[in-house]
């Protein structure tokens, strides 16, 4: 238990020094290539935060654990929403620009697509190849948009001009590495302190784990915030989510099939969606999202763990 303890403890600092280094780096490159933070948060943040829903998703499919794939993915962009955007607003307000309407309308549109493919019941081949596709042109979008639009450097808070190459591409490595070292040690430290008090496969695999791999998010928007940079903050989430049900779902189900448990169709798949809609109001207006908002996410969060618990996941 001790160990666990110090499992837990180191996992939470990695995590949150690991989300500062890729913060600095994914900044100072959009300073370097002339592109919106915002875009950077949206691809290379979020690829690296989605990094141990990737590893979690593909070794439960290989392990026959589909709906453990499944649950991680639909849980962590739950947790994204409700826990990652509603930590950091106690602490610093997080606007939220109008100008990531267009990335919020491409998750959304994802959410979707994802729900109409489940009510299918399984997520198999030839899901997976459709979810992959759709990726495909959300990358292509982003390249397309990254050659059209330049920021000067004034429109970067927080970048460093004189940072040079080699130093942003340290920052970023150190992140995309450290993330989900972060996030395996405090999850696999949590898993077996819950184990030793008796809690449930099922619910540990719809909270804590979901949870744990949701922490690099949590890291990354809780710096991002601090460092007022709003555009990596909720890009970072808009593409986590996106990458998740796109990219993390759509590799895994290249190897194996994953069924839907009826109780995700019925309850989860929706929370997820409603959710996503609830940061309509402030993307559309443009408005930050401050401490009275942050707190209600966080209670809405701990009123959906609580019904997880109360119906045994």
Not at 214 to 232: D, K
Request: hydrophobic residues 60%.
């Amino acid at each position: 238990m001790i160990l666990d303890l110090l499992f837990v403890a180191g996992g939470l600092a990695l995590l949150l020094l690991a989300g500062d280094f890729l913060v600095r780096g994914a900044v100072n490159l959009a300073l370097r290539l002339g592109i919106p933070a915002m875009m950077v948060g949206v691809t290379v943040v979020a690829f690296g935060t989605s990094a141990p829903e990737l590893l979690v998703a593909v070794q439960a499919v290989l392990a026959d654990a589909g709906g453990l794939a499944l649950g991680n993915v639909v849980g962590s962009n739950i947790a994204n929403i409700l826990l990652v955007m509603g930590a950091p607003a106690l602490i610093a307000p997080v606007l939220l620009e109008r100008e990531s309407l267009r990335d919020f309308g491409i998750m959304i549109a994802t959410t979707l697509l994802f729900i109409a493919l489940a009510l299918t019941g399984v997520i198999g081949l030839w899901q997976a190849l459709l979810l992959l596709a759709a990726f495909a042109l959300f990358l292509s979008d982003n390249i397309v948009r990254a050659r059209r639009e330049r920021v000067a450097v004034e429109d970067l808070e927080g970048a460093d001009p004189k940072l040079r190459g080699p130093k942003i591409a340290g920052f970023l490595a150190l992140g995309l590495i450290g993330l989900p070292l972060g996030a395996k040690l405090l999850v696999d430290g949590s898993v077996n302190i819950a184990e030793a008090l008796g809690v449930s496969d099922v619910v540990i695999g719809l909270t804590i784990v979901a949870i744990g791999t949701s922490l690099p998010e949590l890291a990354t928007t809780l710096m991002a915030a601090l460092r007022r940079e709003g555009g990596v903050a909720l890009g970072n989430i808009l593409g986590s989510n996106i990458f998740n049900l796109l990219l993390i779902l759509g590799v895994a189900g290249l190897f194996g099939q994953m069924e839907v448990p009826p109780a995700m169709l019925r309850v989860d798949l929706w929370v997820m969606l409603g959710t996503s809609l609830l940061l309509a109001p402030f993307i559309l207006r443009g408005r930050a999202m401050g401490r009275l908002t942050g707190a209600g996410l966080l209670l809405g969060y701990g009123g959906y763990l609580w019904f997880l618990f109360i119906n045994g996941g």
